[in-house]
Nanobody, 127 residues
Framework: VQLQASGGGLVQAGDSLRLSCTASGPTFGRSNMGWFRQAPGKDREFVAGVSRNGARTRYSESVKGRFTISRDNAKRTVDLHVNILRPEDSAVYYC?????????????????????WGQGTQVTVSS
């Protein structure tokens, strides 16, 4: 599977964005998907994830209640709706796939458990 992220931009605090990740290849529907972000000088951190069938989601505490992840296996897309943005949300956002997932694989927050990564999309939030 190959991943292409889009939707980032420069916004003001309190604004919303929809980040989208489009996948190519037949393994998307069998993959748990995650969104991560990385700010300058910081480690890559988990933001949100969704199981291969969309039944289970997971969020980091810092975005819970503000961000929503969803997927459409027919369209091979996974979206991240980011609301009430804060300056500390500024980062490059990456989508990632765990193509080794089975139905019972937990939605993981560890970057090393995702084996395919997209190129990232920049989100900058001004105060």
């Amino acid at each position: 599977v190959q991943l292409q992220a889009s939707g980032g931009g420069l916004v003001q605090a309190g604004d919303s964005l929809r980040l989208s990740c489009t996948a190519s290849g037949p393994t998307f529907g069998r993959s748990n998907m995650g969104w991560f972000r990385q700010a300058p000088g910081k480690d890559r951190e988990f933001v949100a994830g969704v199981s291969r069938n969309g039944a289970r989601t997971r969020y980091s505490e810092s975005v819970k209640g503000r961000f929503t992840i969803s997927r459409d296996n027919a369209k091979r897309t996974v979206d991240l709706h980011v609301n009430i943005l804060r300056p500390e949300d500024s980062a490059v956002y990456y989508c990632a796939a765990n193509t080794r997932s089975i139905l019972t694989t937990p939605v993981d927050d560890a970057p090393e458990n995702y084996n395919v990564w997209g190129q990232g999309t920049q989100v900058t939030v001004s105060s």
